[in-house]
């Protein structure tokens, strides 16, 4: 059921998504500890960014690690092996087509998953069976809508623009943060509660400079122009300079602002 990925499965990929969650740990993961022996289904694990600091945070809970992406999986598995984590277990599957039982889970976990999804509401459902009455989930998600930045530049917000549009084309929804209430709800969700979080950048946080601005987003936003121009999105030149006006909050006087979305809810008991 997922969308095609629109940034690839290339290595330089790889590694900007584990840029990515050891710049973000912190924000993101501080506050996801799961209780020892407790079971916990990491939905759509990718190459294993998020496992990391998922199995760090709770190293007496049992993880299930799941993707559809046979190379993606033993990317993530190798990752979290290296890294000495026996509490992991991976399997090949899709979130519409899980091979588990109703109510197996005390917990699910979904990072960055649901943008790249068709229908997210659906998805949602299906991982709300796995879970036990009174189980959890949390989700977070990112919306390419929250970028702001400083200088401000038409040709930044055209290239942002055009990954969006491109990740639409693919089934998928670069907006999809805004929108997590309203689908766990629909999902049959209860007591849902959503908590912004905002990366802030400018020149007094160098690690976020390079971690945040140069390696996580323009990154991905580079990544995406041979498809953006060859689909008719955008024209090279305007492309370039945006990625050329991203860049340029990282400079001295640069200001960066993005906000990702984590949301909690719980399987009616």
């Known amino acids: 059921m997922s969308a095609r990925y629109v ?51 709770s190293p007496g809970a049992h993880v299930t690690a799941v993707d559809v992406s046979a190379t993606s999986l033993a990317e993530a598995e190798r990752r979290v092996r290296e890294a000495g984590h026996g509490h992991v277990t991976f399997r090949q599957a899709d979130i519409l087509a899980l091979p588990f039982a109703p109510a197996s889970f005390d917990h699910v976990f979904a990072c960055f998953v649901l943008e790249h999804l068709p229908r997210p509401r659906e998805a949602l459902a299906a991982l709300g069976r796995v879970l036990k009455p009174g189980g959890t989930i949390t989700v977070i998600e990112g919306d390419h809508g929250s970028a702001l930045i400083h200088p401000r530049s038409d040709a930044a917000e055209a290239a942002i623009g055009a990954q969006v549009a491109l990740q639409r084309m693919a089934g998928g929804d670069a907006l999809v943060g805004r929108q997590l209430f309203p689908l766990l709800g629909a999902a049959g969700f209860v007591g849902v509660q959503v908590s912004p979080r905002l990366v802030y950048v400018d020149a007094s946080r160098p690690a976020l400079v390079d971690g945040f601005i140069r390696r996580t987003f323009t990154a991905m936003i580079a990544g995406v122009r041979a498809q953006a121009i060859r689909a008719g999105i955008i024209e090279a030149e305007v492309f370039d300079a945006g990625i050329r006006a991203l860049l340029r909050t990282a400079e001295a006087d640069g200001v960066f602002c993005y906000t990702f979305f984590k949301a909690t809810a719980r399987r009616a008991a």
């Open 7 to 57: 940034h690839g499965y290339e290595a330089t990929e790889a590694i900007r998504l584990q840029d990515q969650a050891q710049t973000l740990e912190h924000l993101l993961h501080a506050d996801t500890v799961y209780p020892v022996g407790d079971t916990v289904l990491e939905a759509g694990c990718g190459v294993g960014a998020q496992t990391l600091p998922l199995a760090r945070n």
